[in-house]
């Protein structure tokens, strides 16, 4: 009788077995202690399990791993958890759906939801009554070149990766030349670089936080303690960087990016992984998107990418931007309240995962 596969809730204890599936997986490679930082620091999880993995025989055969995330609006408040890293051995197929179905059975939060869907994965969870929560906006995105030729050099790579001259890709390194580390302080377009553990801009960005989830609408937690975990990533210290506009002694705007990659034969791209601003601000969009473009330039990334938008941008695609579209929907949801996700904005989780982005090799931090 073939042995029964048990589902547990993660635990520090499957972190090797993590590692090593990620790796067999191909996922964007993470440290021991990265995997322990991403699972048990977020501020955010409570109680909620940090995800589930299916045990056989002692060993992990998959993992699906969730973060929990907290949204008000005046005294309303509701959560989600949003579930990443999908991995199994490859002799185990539909362990993934299971854990999936496993996990949308026992959440405690009000809704749950997955970013950066891929074409294989997409169809998949309309079967389990996840669906696309964006609509036709979650289709699409905007870019901007800033290194035509590390683009050229990209898709040159990623011609050849796969044909008889794949050797020829093996100067795929030369697509990190000239990126670095995102600068530490400076001004940008308006926004200044700013540290999140400092106790002056600590007090400044909950007070920003407050304001914005004052409003009528669901707003994430962008409280100084989110921000402080969000950039201890102990894999790559100086790939995300946190910028504001403070005017009389408050932040009124927030831009959050970070240095990125598809894959090992694609451009560095800066991801806007949020951008939000207090309506009396008048700090608009493109003046956010100028600011990225502005740091793109320092850090030698050779485009700059935004892939979650307002249909306001995708109307008005600003000079010099393009949008471009996918051919599945990159987000999918199911809720158990009526107003995720009708009556909410997206925010610093909603681009991406920013642990799970791919970053230029040059930026690990070596042990």
Known sequence: MPSKVEILPVSPSHLPDLVELNEICGFPARSLEGWRWVLFDNPEQGDEPAGYVAMKEGRAEAFLCTQRRAFKSGTTERSMVSAHTFVSRQAKPGLGLKL???????????????????ALSAPMYPHVNAFPWRGELGRVFLEKPVRWSALLRSRIYNALKNSPFKMLASGWQHLERGVKALPKAGEFAGFTVIDPADPAMSSLLDAFNEALQAGATLQPNRSSEIWRYRLADPDYHDAMRLLGVIRDGAVVALLAVSLAKDDMFSASALEIEDMVSLDESAVSDADMLDAAVQLAKVSGAARVRRRVITQSLADNV???????????????????????????????????????LRRPEVLRVRR
């Not at 999936?100 to 891929?118: K, P, V």
């Not at 471009?324 to 909603?350: C, I, K, T």
Request: hydrophobic letters at 40%; zero cysteines; a negative charge.
């Open 318 to 356: 600003p000079a010099g931007w393009m949008l471009r579209e996918r051919d599945y929907h990159s987000a999918h949801m199911q809720s158990r309240v009526d107003d995720l996700p009708d009556n909410w904005a997206e925010g610093p989780f909603d681009s991406d995962f920013f642990f799970a």
């Open 100 to 118: 999936l179905r496993h996990m949308l059975r026992s959440h405690g939060a009000d809704a749950a939801n997955t970013l950066n869907n891929n």
